[in-house]
């Protein structure tokens, strides 16, 4: 059975997977990407689910990566205007606040002069 190495948003070993290398920016992680046309929806842009997957996956994994493991028990995201295949892209997630097992989220895509194209609001659950 594959382990966590294939995550579809960042597992290095999943064939058809994202591959979204994040590392952390003092409080925030962060990964760039530039997604081919095989991701997209409309022509041109991004599919509306690999925005959200790769926002989820900012959250989830700074998590993750902070050595708690956490499930996303709510997500709610803003389409602020479309995400361009094939241009640099910055994925950044970060905490907000926690109470108890969960634990608010934030991230966003932006372009790579800083336009915020998409906003990601998650609560995610620690688990053991
Ligand atoms: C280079 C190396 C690579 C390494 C590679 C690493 C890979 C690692 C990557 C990690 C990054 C992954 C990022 C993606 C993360 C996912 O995609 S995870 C998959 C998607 N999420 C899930 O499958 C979660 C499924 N849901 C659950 O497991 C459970 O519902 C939960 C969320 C744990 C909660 O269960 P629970 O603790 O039993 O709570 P429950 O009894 O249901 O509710 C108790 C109370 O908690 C609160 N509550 C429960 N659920 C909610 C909710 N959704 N919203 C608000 N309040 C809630 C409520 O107050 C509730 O009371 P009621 O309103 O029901 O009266």
Request: net charge negative; glycine share 12%.
């Amino acid at each position: 059975m594959p382990g966590e190495n294939y995550c579809f948003a960042c597992g290095p070993e999943n064939p058809i997977g994202l591959h979204l290398d994040f590392h952390f920016e003092e409080d925030k992680y962060v990964a760039e990407k530039t997604l081919p046309h095989e991701y997209q929806s409309y022509e041109g842009v991004v599919h509306g689910g690999i925005i959200t997957t790769m926002l989820d996956e900012a959250m989830g994994g700074y998590l993750y990566s902070g050595g708690e493991r956490a499930v996303t028990a709510r997500l709610d995201v803003r389409y602020r205007k479309t995400t361009p295949v094939g241009e640099h892209l910055v994925i950044t997630g970060w905490e907000e606040s926690r109470r108890g097992s969960f634990v608010n989220m934030k991230a966003t895509i932006a372009l790579a002069d800083g336009t915020v194209t998409a906003e990601g609001t998650a609560k995610m659950a620690l688990v053991d």
